[in-house]
């Protein structure tokens, strides 16, 4: 995982979004994680104009996993209130799009143009990253930050609320705490309930199906130190737990 492109900065907290933007465009690739401090981040969820009413109607339901930030219409790339400013494009300003097919990850890749459709509906989905900097502030750790690795990432054996064509487990993030933290974890990210908010979850993580903490669905996994004790937060279902039911 590289922290730069070819003749540019490195970047970090202090980044803009539009530079951070900016190099993910020009082919960076590395997780979102201790980037932009004080801005908000967010995945994307793009999918045909057919399938959008069931989108809005899965995040109505489901609105802990799904916290909805905003939504483009079906040809925009752009959006000055959620983008930041003019110029940007949704398509080549990530730094790394999956391309799913009925539930199934067949592509991953730096940029979509060649996938791009115009009846697609962008959804920006509130990230959890966004609340890891005030975590750090409060002296809190992030192991996956500390380690240099993305956050791990797990498919639970809970089902979320399906609407229409869409449905698909729950899928959490775990961030490991020291005992004496975990209440102040959960008292700051509850402050930010449209990155997910409070962890659905404390504790043994058989209670939510996952067998193994070293074997995540997404992300890597992390060293958890002895004592420290898992907790499970609602990542956007984006990240392989949404699927579309074939009618």
């Not at 080549?92 to 996938?115: A, F």
């Not at 979320?160 to 008292?187: F, I, N, T, W, Y």
């Amino acid at each position: 995982m590289t922290n730069r492109t070819a003749g540019q900065p490195p970047i970090g907290a202090q980044t803009s979004p539009a530079e951070a933007r900016a190099q993910f465009r020009a082919g960076l690739r590395r997780p979102t994680s201790g980037l932009s401090s004080g801005h908000v981040q967010a995945n994307l969820i793009a999918l045909p104009s057919a399938q959008a009413f069931d989108m809005l109607l899965f995040a109505q339901r489901n609105p802990k996993s799904c916290p909805v930030l905003g939504v483009l219409e079906a040809g925009q790339l752009t959006s000055h209130s959620l983008l930041g400013g003019a110029g940007g494009d949704i398509r080549t300003d990530l730094p790394t799009y999956r391309i799913y097919r009925h539930g199934e990850l067949v592509d991953e890749v730096s940029e979509v143009l060649g996938h791009w459709r115009e009846d697609l509906v962008a959804f920006l989905i509130g990230c959890s990253f966004t609340f890891e900097a005030p975590l750090q502030e409060a002296g809190l750790p992030i192991a996956h930050i500390q380690q240099g690795v993305n956050v791990p990432m797990y498919r639970t054996s809970i089902a979320c609320e399906p609407a229409g064509s869409l449905a698909g487990p729950m899928v959490v993030s775990m961030r490991p705490m020291p005992p004496h933290m975990v209440s102040d974890a959960v008292r700051i990210s509850s402050r930010y309930p449209g990155v997910h908010g409070a962890p659905v979850h404390i504790g043994d993580p058989s209670a939510l199906g996952i067998e193994s903490l070293a074997d995540p669905d997404f992300g890597d996994a992390v060293d958890v130190p002895d004592g420290w004790i898992p907790s499970f937060l609602r990542p956007v279902h984006g990240l392989g737990g949404l699927s579309a039911r074939q009618r």
